[in-house]
């Protein structure tokens, strides 16, 4: 129990230490001294810092999945908007409560260690699958519209990764209005039922020159993944 309480206090100093200096200015040392243990306790845990870095992005991954609760349909379950509700509390609470950990994410500058940027391009990737798994769901459960759940899926993150920044700059933390204005962006969009009744009716310029058209665009990309392809383990 000793050797595990030791290990996520080195985990806890250096991601203090990694949202303030940044992960490329924070040295071993640094870790070894706000955690005020020997070197070679250090190495009896990781072999490097990226080592801890990685051990913090599972965790966060670990963190994120056991607060999206699969969608449960019957007489006796809370209805399927209440559950995302829920479910879109559950996760900004989190993020809020991380914000170091979220910095990191955000801020991570690319460039400097390529097994580290592959590191934070699979985290993101691995994410999209979930959100990308829960759209499929909705599908099934008919209530989600069919679509491309991968395009989908980025531009949810995309979304939820500008809030996040916005919210850690902010230092904001209504956590219910926040969910209540992501849910009805997610469920209802920004159009009014006038604008939704003109989608589609209007016919391509000039079909020769852009494949057919808008909609025949639209139709070969819904439900078939056209864009973009999830990577396979």
């Given at each position: 129990?000793?050797?595990?309480?030791?290990?996520?206090?080195?985990?806890?100093?250096a991601?203090?230490?990694?949202?303030?200096?940044?992960?490329?200015?924070?040295?071993?040392?640094?870790?070894?001294?706000?955690?005020?243990?020997?070197?070679?306790?250090?190495?009896?845990?990781?072999?490097?810092?990226?080592?801890?870095?990685?051990?913090?992005?599972?965790?966060?991954?670990?963190?994120?999945?056991?607060?999206?609760?699969?969608?449960?349909?019957?007489?006796?379950?809370?209805?399927?908007?209440?559950?995302?509700?829920?479910?879109?509390?559950?996760?900004?609470?989190?993020?809020?409560?991380?914000?170091e950990?979220t910095?990191?994410?955000?801020?991570?500058?690319?460039?400097?260690?390529?097994?580290?940027?592959?590191?934070?391009?699979?985290?993101?990737?691995?994410v999209?699958?979930?959100?990308?798994?829960?759209?499929d769901?909705?599908i099934?459960m008919?209530?989600?519209?069919?679509c491309?759940?991968?395009?989908?899926?980025?531009?949810?993150?995309?979304?939820?990764k500008?809030?996040v920044?916005?919210?850690?700059?902010?230092?904001?933390?209504?956590?219910?209005?926040?969910?209540?204005?992501?849910?009805?962006?997610?469920?209802?969009?920004?159009?009014?039922?006038?604008?939704?009744?003109?989608?589609?009716?209007?016919?391509?310029?000039?079909?020769?020159?852009?494949?057919?058209?808008?909609?025949s665009?639209v139709?070969?990309?819904?439900?078939?993944?056209?864009?973009?392809?999830?990577?396979?383990?």
């Amino acid at each position: 129990m000793e050797r595990q309480a030791r290990r996520e206090q080195v985990l806890h100093h250096a991601k203090h230490l990694f949202a303030r200096k940044g992960y490329h200015r924070t040295n071993i040392a640094d870790i070894i001294s706000r955690s005020r243990i020997a070197r070679g306790t250090f190495y009896l845990y990781f072999q490097n810092k990226r080592d801890i870095f990685a051990e913090l992005l599972a965790q966060t991954l670990s963190e994120l999945r056991s607060r999206i609760q699969r969608l449960r349909m019957g007489p006796d379950q809370p209805n399927p908007a209440e559950q995302l509700r829920a479910n879109l509390r559950r996760v900004l609470a989190f993020v809020l409560d991380e914000r170091e950990l979220t910095d990191i994410l955000l801020n991570h500058s690319t460039g400097f260690d390529r097994e580290l940027d592959e590191q934070i391009v699979d985290f993101y990737e691995r994410v999209t699958d979930q959100i990308q798994r829960s759209l499929d769901l909705g599908i099934e459960m008919n209530l989600v519209r069919r679509c491309d759940t991968r395009a989908v899926a980025y531009c949810i993150l995309g979304g939820i990764k500008e809030i996040v920044g916005q919210l850690s700059r902010n230092r904001r933390d209504d956590v219910v209005a926040l969910a209540e204005e992501i849910l009805n962006f997610g469920l209802r969009g920004v159009a009014r039922p006038e604008l939704l009744e003109t989608v589609g009716q209007e016919p391509a310029a000039n079909p020769a020159e852009i494949g057919g058209g808008f909609s025949s665009s639209v139709k070969a990309a819904t439900g078939a993944g056209q864009f973009f392809r999830p990577k396979v383990d």
